[in-house]
């Protein structure tokens, strides 16, 4: 993961200000400032790794707030090649080993935890709901009910626990929910202005709730369709009139999306409708944070 491309560094930087880490107290009071040590950053679960790029760009940049010798002083992180994101830990596994200057490990040690947790549970639950529909067609997709400011971080955690990311934004592709279709005049009209004025390569997904609007929604040329708060039964019926709709007309493939009160026990029930995508906001709203610690050992 190159982590300067999805530009984090303000992000990163932002958490090492807010926990005033150049200025830890206890520890520059406490900790020779010439002192050396090394940290294992453990799982102390199983867990799928993500984050792990953030640590020496964690590091990086504590150099660049704080100017004291100690902070630039050489260090090294050296992770453990069985381990990278995506992969799946054991309990008591060394991810990764950092060697730095003591009282830096100290400060920083808070926020490199943060992510690692964070992200890593993100990924772990992923796994889950990716495991749970094996050997079906359908995907699971993440969606938009990320924290603020962290959604790129924790779509990239959804990638590394085998999932499929959603639109990344609101430019990044058309949608037309109930609410736009209720204040925009209607079905047909919203669609139809959608399908005139997107941009080139742009599909156009409608969120149907219903047998009547997903026959409005192929009616007026919807290209992809969200099944929303739809049971198994209905969702497999929607699935089946939209293939016979579209029956003949390879040109035409309406890909299927199923969201809505979807949990890791009724998942299997919808992939097993044929729908393509199942869309669970959980993945990231929900995901609890990975069980992780970082024990410090003078060098």
């Known amino acids: 993961m190159d982590w300067k491309s999805i530009r984090i560094d303000a992000l990163l930087e932002q958490a090492l200000v807010e926990d005033k880490a150049a200025g830890d ?28 790029g953030a640590v020496p760009r964690f590091l990086e940049i504590f150099a660049r707030l704080d100017h004291r010798p100690q902070a630039q002083t050489r260090f090294e992180v050296v992770s453990n090649p069985e381990i990278f994101d995506g992969v799946k830990a054991r309990e008591g596994q060394v991810l990764a080993v950092i060697r730095h200057n003591a009282q830096v490990l100290l400060s920083c040690e808070r ?9 890593s549970g993100i990924a772990t639950l992923t796994r889950k709901y990716v495991d749970a529909i094996h050997g079906t067609r359908a995907r699971v997709l993440d969606t938009r009910k990320t924290m603020p400011g962290l959604r790129a971080l924790e779509k990239y955690a959804v990638l590394c626990g085998g999932g499929t990311n959603h639109r990344i934004d609101l430019a990044s592709g058309i949608l037309i929910k109930n609410n736009h279709i209720s204040l ?54 929607s699935v089946d009139r939209i293939k016979k709709a579209t029956e003949g007309q390879a040109e035409r493939w309406i890909p299927t999306e199923a969201s809505g009160g979807i949990v890791l026990e009724n998942i ?32």
């Open 25 to 52: 107290t206890t520890t520059n009071i406490a900790i020779d400032p010439d002192l050396r040590a090394t940290a294992s950053i453990i799982a102390r679960q199983e867990l799928v790794v993500a984050g792990l």
């Open 111 to 119: 926020v490199i935890l943060n992510l690692l947790q964070h992200l």
């Open 184 to 237: 925009g005049g209607g079905m047909s009209v919203v669609l139809t202005r959608a399908l005139e004025l997107r941009k080139k390569g742009q599909r156009v997904e409608v969120e149907v709730r219903n047998a009547q609007e997903l026959d409005e929604a192929l009616q007026f040329g919807a290209e992809a369709i969200l099944l929303n708060n739809m049971s198994p039964k209905d969702v497999k019926r």
């Open 268 to 299: 299997r029930a919808y992939a097993e409708t044929g729908v393509d995508f199942i869309s669970v906001g959980a993945l990231t709203h929900s995901a609890k944070a990975a069980d992780i610690s970082m024990r410090i050992e003078t060098e």
